[in-house]
């Protein structure tokens, strides 16, 4: 148990304590700390020196956070572009019990974005003496990267036992928590969740998609729009978007949640105003209780009170206190349940829904020796498993660099080229999630029933991090309708990272482009050298389309030149980083399609082979009955009539699609399985294989 209480300049609590302690000789560092009752300690935030630079001028806007046994007690103001802020603030918070250190986190304040993190330290509160003044410097680290120096922040503490007031303040104090602020409300809720997990009943996760043909509240007919999320306590404010009606957010929330039968997330749509008080859009509801659960569900809601709709993906997640052994209704252990999913997906349901595939069981089993992600030399490591847009989540197991998690999770396959995503993250309250490490598995090259250590790899799943964590998957699926499938668009996934630009990137794309040109190249020469014979002209002519494509250039960069004098030197760097990005996604569009290509007949997926060797006979045996010219006809008619027929059709390439279901060289990289260290050798259990 811990409570607070700060001047009034600092928190808002209906009392203070203004008792000055003489502190001239009255040490008395022979009373045990180790004694329970309640104590004051009394810090001043003095100043921070050599702070690490987070913003693009070379400077932060940092802040500091005090926290005890996982619960915020005190934040402290914003010094803005400042490296060595001086914040001189005082804070009183009354601690329990000595043994819960005392957090120091600095942040740098980025308006309408996560803050960045800049260093964290830690007090042990039972070194201090009893009333006597003690100026304490910390250095600040990152668990991240230990060898970096983030500065220093310098305190004033004071620890005075106040052993004959604990019971008259912690009721006070649990009064006074109806009347908090915000932010302390939270704190409290989410530090009882950290001490028993199991207080919560679930996990509900939110993707807010986009927004369809909302309201519009200014005078050029378009809006600014944000979304408001609250669940009891719990709120979320995504990203602004500016002068649309028709928003792309693409952002993901997490809310935990506390009742057994669910809840009601209020949802608010809202215009941001300059200056002025931000107007309503619209708002809209979602019924948690009327959701299934285990199961990531789309919705499409009508804004009342105003115009539009919202369109989201809601997942509900049992909790912790949810066993593997309860979670058997959707599990194959039950002999009569995997027969029915067996005659569910049989060659002989071909044409039954025939967007249902397959269906795909994971069982996430426990993890070990993950990465260190906080101070302590521990982490709060939970798992998120993702296929395509549906995303479930694990509980957390805090404190731990070996959690054991136990749960089952099942989709329905819709395209049997997708790739399962396990994802291992340590749960931090102040900030946006640490990632510790990932996995991707593609469902064509998973052995069912076989518990496998997989070695978790960095974000871009090109090396290993530290830790394995064990899997046990299943998938069935109907081979027909997969194939059927594979001739249709993939499905969007909405969550993806933003394109960003990276020398070694831009790098690799050209390497990869140069060899896709190379062969193109060796191709030419090697059908040249089979006639023997040079062509001047058409060498010629190469060279007069070439002069004339850089003289284009050239008249073209003029004008650029006359442009951008009118624009500033922030605008041309953005500019050229655009320029770039595109250059950078255009190569590896290139040189991922040549890749494809190449291992569509190099048999790197064999399902995708066979499917491409079948394909070919058939339309061998079909040319050899119906002449070319009648299938011709058939193809374009039925290209030109395809938006009469079904106007909200998506136009597709059936060849396009087929290659995109094959994987580059950098994603056969990516879904490479690494070898685990030959300790972590778990007992394989094997099943028949219902591939």
Same mark, same amino acid.
């Given at each position: 148990?811990?409570?607070?209480?700060?001047?009034?300049?600092?928190?808002?609590?209906?009392?203070?304590?203004?008792?000055?302690?003489?502190?001239?000789?009255?040490?008395?560092?022979?009373?045990?700390?180790? &004694?329970?009752?309640?104590?004051?300690?009394?810090?001043?935030?003095?100043?921070?020196?050599?702070?690490?630079?987070? &913003?693009?001028?070379? %400077?932060?806007?940092?802040?500091?956070?005090?926290?005890?046994?996982?619960?915020?007690?005190?934040?402290?103001?914003?010094?803005?572009?400042?490296?060595?802020?001086?914040?001189?603030?005082?804070?009183?918070?009354?601690?329990?019990?000595?043994?819960?250190?005392?957090?120091?986190?600095?942040?740098?304040?980025?308006?309408?974005?996560?803050?960045?993190?800049?260093?964290?330290?830690?007090?042990?509160?039972?070194?201090?003496?009893?009333? !006597?003044?003690? &100026?304490?410097?910390?250095?600040?680290?990152?668990?991240?990267?230990?060898?970096?120096?983030?500065?220093?922040?310098?305190?004033?503490?004071?620890?005075?036992?106040?052993?004959?007031?604990?019971?008259?303040?912690?009721?006070?104090?649990?009064?006074?928590?109806?009347?908090?602020?915000?932010?302390?409300?939270?704190?409290?809720?989410?530090?009882?969740?950290?001490?028993?997990?199991?207080?919560?009943?679930?996990?509900?996760?939110?993707?807010?998609?986009?927004?369809?043909?909302?309201?519009?509240?200014?005078?050029?007919?378009?809006?600014?729009?944000?979304?408001?999320?609250?669940?009891?306590?719990?709120?979320?404010?995504?990203?602004?978007?500016?002068?649309?009606?028709?928003?792309?957010?693409?952002?993901?929330?997490?809310?935990?949640?506390?009742?057994? !039968?669910?809840?009601?997330?209020?949802?608010?749509?809202?215009?941001?105003?300059?200056?002025?008080?931000?107007?309503?859009?619209?708002?809209?509801?979602?019924?948690?209780?009327?959701?299934?659960?285990? *199961?990531?569900?789309?919705?499409?809601?009508?804004?009342?009170?105003?115009?539009?709709?919202?369109?989201?993906?809601?997942?509900?997640?049992?909790?912790?206190?949810?066993?593997?052994?309860?979670?058997?209704?959707?599990?194959?252990?039950? *002999?009569?349940?995997?027969?029915?999913?067996?005659?569910?997906?049989?060659?002989?349901?071909?044409?039954?829904?025939?967007?249902?595939?397959?269906?795909?069981?994971?069982?996430?089993?426990?993890?070990?020796?993950?990465?260190?992600?906080?101070?302590?030399?521990?982490?709060?490591?939970?798992?998120?498993?993702?296929? =395509?847009?549906?995303?479930?989540?694990?509980?957390?197991?805090?404190?731990?660099?070996?959690?054991?998690?136990?749960?089952?999770?099942?989709?329905?396959?819709?395209?049997?080229?997708?790739v399962l995503e396990v994802t291992v993250y340590d749960e931090d309250r102040d900030r946006s999630?640490?990632?510790?490490?990932?996995?991707?598995?593609?469902?064509?090259?998973?052995? =069912?029933?076989?518990?496998?250590?997989?070695?978790?790899? =960095?974000? *871009?799943?090109?090396?290993?991090? /530290?830790?394995?964590?064990?899997?046990?998957?299943?998938?069935?699926? =109907?081979?027909?309708?997969?194939?059927?499938?594979?001739?249709?668009?993939?499905?969007?996934?909405?969550?993806?990272?933003?394109?960003?630009?990276? /020398?070694?990137?831009?790098?690799?794309?050209?390497?990869?482009?140069?060899?896709?040109?190379?062969?193109?190249?060796?191709?030419?020469?090697?059908?040249?050298?089979?006639?023997?014979?040079?062509?001047?002209?058409?060498?010629?002519?190469?060279?007069?389309?070439?002069?004339?494509?850089?003289?284009?250039?050239?008249?073209?960069?003029? /004008?650029?030149?006359?442009?951008?004098?009118?624009?500033?030197?922030?605008?041309?760097?953005?500019?050229?980083?655009?320029?770039?990005?595109?250059?950078?996604?255009?190569?590896?569009?290139?040189?991922?399609?040549?890749?494809?290509?190449?291992?569509?007949?190099?048999? %790197?997926?064999?399902?995708?082979?066979?499917?491409?060797?079948?394909?070919?006979?058939?339309?061998?045996?079909?040319?050899?009955?119906?002449?070319?010219?009648?299938?011709?006809?058939?193809?374009?008619?039925?290209?030109?009539?395809?938006?009469?027929?079904?106007?909200?059709?998506?136009?597709?390439?059936e060849l396009l699609d087929f290659l995109s279901r094959v994987p580059s060289d950098v994603q056969?990289?990516?879904?490479?399985?690494?070898?685990?260290?030959?300790?972590?050798?778990?007992?394989?259990?094997?099943?028949?294989?219902?591939?």
């Open positions: 148990m811990l409570d607070t209480c700060k001047p009034k300049s600092a928190c808002n609590l209906p009392f203070v304590y203004n008792k000055k302690i003489n502190t001239a000789g009255t040490s008395n560092a022979d009373v045990p700390l180790a &004694d329970p009752g309640m104590y004051q300690l009394d810090i001043t935030l003095r100043r921070g020196q050599s702070l690490a630079a987070r &913003d693009r001028g070379g %400077t932060s806007d940092p802040y500091v956070k005090f926290k005890i046994g996982g619960k915020e007690v005190f934040r402290s103001k914003i010094i803005h572009k400042n490296l060595n802020p001086i914040w001189e603030e005082k804070a009183c918070i009354l601690v329990e019990h000595l043994r819960e250190p005392l957090y120091i986190k600095v942040f740098d304040y980025d308006f309408g974005l996560q803050d960045d993190f800049m260093g964290s330290a830690f007090l042990d509160l039972t070194q201090l003496e009893l009333n !006597r003044p003690t &100026d304490v410097t910390l250095t600040l680290k990152d668990p991240h990267y230990p060898d970096h120096y983030l500065g220093i922040i310098l305190l004033s503490v004071i620890l005075t036992p106040k052993e004959g007031e604990h019971r008259d303040v912690t009721m006070l104090m649990r009064k006074s928590w109806k009347r908090s602020s915000k932010f302390q409300t939270q704190s409290l809720r989410l530090s009882d969740v950290h001490r028993k997990s199991h207080l919560w009943r679930g996990i509900v996760s939110i993707t807010l998609i986009e927004g369809r043909d909302l309201k519009a509240m200014d005078s050029n007919g378009l809006s600014d729009p944000y979304v408001k999320f609250r669940l009891g306590h719990q709120k979320y404010k995504s990203k602004i978007m500016p002068k649309t009606l028709n928003p792309q957010w693409r952002e993901q929330f997490d809310f935990h949640l506390y009742e057994e !039968r669910g809840g009601i997330i209020d949802i608010t749509a809202w215009d941001k105003d300059a200056g002025k008080r931000d107007d309503f859009i619209g708002r809209c509801q979602v019924d948690l209780s009327a959701l299934s659960r285990e *199961q990531t569900h789309k919705l499409e809601l009508q804004l009342e009170e105003g115009e539009g709709h919202l369109v989201l993906l809601v997942t509900l997640t049992a909790s912790a206190t949810v066993s593997i052994s309860d979670l058997s209704v959707n599990s194959l252990e039950d *002999q009569k349940e995997r027969e029915e999913i067996l005659r569910r997906y049989s060659p002989l349901r071909i044409f039954h829904n025939l967007k249902d595939v397959g269906f795909l069981q994971v069982k996430v089993i426990r993890a070990e020796g993950l990465m260190v992600a906080d101070v302590t030399g521990k982490s709060d490591p939970f798992c998120v498993v993702e296929l =395509n847009n549906d995303r479930l989540l694990t509980h957390t197991v805090y404190k731990n660099l070996n959690p054991e998690w136990n749960k089952i999770f099942t989709f329905n396959i819709k395209d049997i080229h997708s999630a640490d990632f510790l490490g990932k996995v991707a598995i593609p469902l064509l090259s998973i052995q =069912n029933g076989e518990q496998k250590a997989y070695v978790l790899k =960095n974000k *871009q799943l090109t090396g290993p991090t /530290k830790g394995v964590i064990y899997l046990e998957i299943d998938v069935i699926f =109907n081979a027909v309708k997969a194939s059927l499938r594979t001739l249709i668009p993939k499905e969007q996934k909405y969550i993806e990272e933003e394109n960003r630009l990276s /020398k070694q990137l831009l790098l690799r794309n050209f390497i990869r482009m140069k060899r896709c040109v190379m062969v193109l190249v060796n191709a030419a020469y090697y059908v040249n050298s089979c006639f023997d014979w040079d062509s001047p002209p058409r060498s010629l002519a190469a060279f007069v389309v070439v002069e004339d494509m850089l003289e284009d250039e050239e008249e073209e960069d003029d /004008k650029d030149d006359k442009d951008s004098e009118k624009k500033g030197f922030i605008n041309k760097i953005y500019a050229i980083q655009e320029v770039c990005i595109s250059v950078q996604n255009i190569l590896d569009e290139v040189a991922s399609f040549g890749e494809r290509i190449k291992n569509t007949f190099n048999w %790197t997926v064999p399902f995708l082979s066979w499917l491409a060797i079948v394909a070919l006979c058939v339309f061998t045996v079909i040319l050899y009955f119906i002449p070319l010219r009648y299938i011709v006809l058939v193809w374009g008619i039925n290209k030109f009539t395809k938006k009469l027929r079904s106007p909200y059709a998506i136009d597709n390439n056969v990289v990516q879904y490479q399985e690494l070898k685990p260290d030959p300790s972590h050798s778990p007992c394989k259990r094997k099943k028949n294989n219902l591939g």
